[in-house]
């Protein structure tokens, strides 16, 4: 069973950069599409951006567009989010989530509910 793992948060001061991680100890995950959620308190969880298995598909939301790179590197099943400039808007836990019901496929979906494994979250705090 897929075990996702996010690492890399921290607290961090606006216009800072950071880099989240999220690995598979199971070593599986290449075969799926994966995505990066945000949820800030009291907020619902946000879509910040998904990669395609093979990560030739890459969504980002709008938001952060701009500002955030994501990537994967299936060889060593990690899934990086690279956040620049960072706001105290983005202060957040960050999930990383995986869709089981896509395998080998190029979709990269921007909704929860298309995502079947989530990790504990690793939390970004940004102070102004």
């Known amino acids: 069973q897929v075990q996702l793992v996010e690492s890399g948060g921290g607290l961090v001061q606006a216009g800072d950069s950071l880099t989240l991680s999220c690995t598979d100890s199971?070593?599986?995950?290449?075969?799926?599409?994966m995505a990066w959620f945000r949820q800030a308190s009291e907020k619902e969880r946000e879509f910040i951006a998904a990669?395609?298995?093979?990560?030739?598909?890459?969504d980002v939301a709008d938001s952060v567009k701009d500002r955030f790179i994501a990537s994967r590197d299936s060889a060593e099943n990690v899934v990086y989010l690279q956040m620049k400039n960072l706001k105290p808007d983005d202060t957040a836990v960050y999930l990383c989530?995986?869709?089981?019901?896509?395998?080998?496929?190029?979709?990269?979906?921007?909704?929860?509910?298309?995502?079947?494994?989530w990790g504990q979250g690793t939390r970004v705090t940004v102070s102004s």
């Open positions: 990669v395609s298995w093979d990560g030739d598909k890459i």
């Open positions: 989530a995986l869709d089981s019901s896509n395998y080998y496929t190029n979709t990269a979906a921007n909704l929860p509910t298309s995502y079947d494994y």
């Open positions: 199971t070593r599986s995950s290449f075969r799926y599409p």
